[in-house]
């Protein structure tokens, strides 16, 4: 049964690893639904948060290919029950349809919504939460006319405690002491 994943990807900043791992989607025919890279808390450390609607097992073989990418620290999949998420959404609407009524600003306000921009010719709006609520505040300023409109990826951060990869880097590079104490 297919359910959504968040997958995190963990790599030091290389050119070409965001098409290599693109590519492992492709060959499996996975759409990707949403995909974010940027830094992460470790310093030189890039994170990918990659969000696909699939099943659990196929999710697994996934993150087991990017993990066989050579610049990728390490690879995890999660629910949303075990991440926090938002995304962030763009508006723009017509500066006259909020001069002429108030439902724009209700609507905003409502919505937990801000503006960010006001011209003679348009307004911009930022509204940030999961897609589904993006999407209902997209549903009614569009009775207005949405002149353009945009939604980031998601952005997500586990519940536990830890970064998953601090704990992953500790183990590894204990390893790694043992072996170069047992060769000296």
Do not use: C, W
């Amino acid at each position: 049964m297919k359910e959504e994943f968040i997958i995190s990807a963990y790599s030091e900043n290389h050119i070409g690893l965001l098409n290599r791992i693109t590519i492992i989607f492709t060959r499996r025919k996975v759409n990707i639904e949403s995909l974010t890279v940027s830094e992460s808390a470790l310093s030189g450390i890039s994170k990918f948060t990659i969000v696909v609607r699939e099943e659990r097992s196929r999710v697994e073989n996934i993150v087991k290919q990017i993990e066989k990418q050579v610049d990728v620290l390490k690879a995890y999949f999660h629910t949303n029950e075990e991440m926090i998420f938002q995304e962030i959404a763009l508006y723009k609407v017509p500066t006259q349809a909020l001069m002429e009524s108030d439902q724009i600003e209700r609507m905003v306000r409502k919505h937990n919504a801000r503006i960010l921009e006001i011209t003679k010719d348009y307004t911009v709006i930022e509204k940030t939460g999961h897609k589904e609520e993006t999407q209902e505040l997209f549903n009614g300023l569009n009775k207005f006319g949405v002149l353009q409109f945009i939604r980031s990826g998601r952005v997500a951060i586990t519940r536990s405690a830890n970064e998953r990869l601090s704990e992953f880097l500790a183990e590894r590079d204990a390893l790694l002491a043992s072996i170069e104490m047992k060769s000296n």
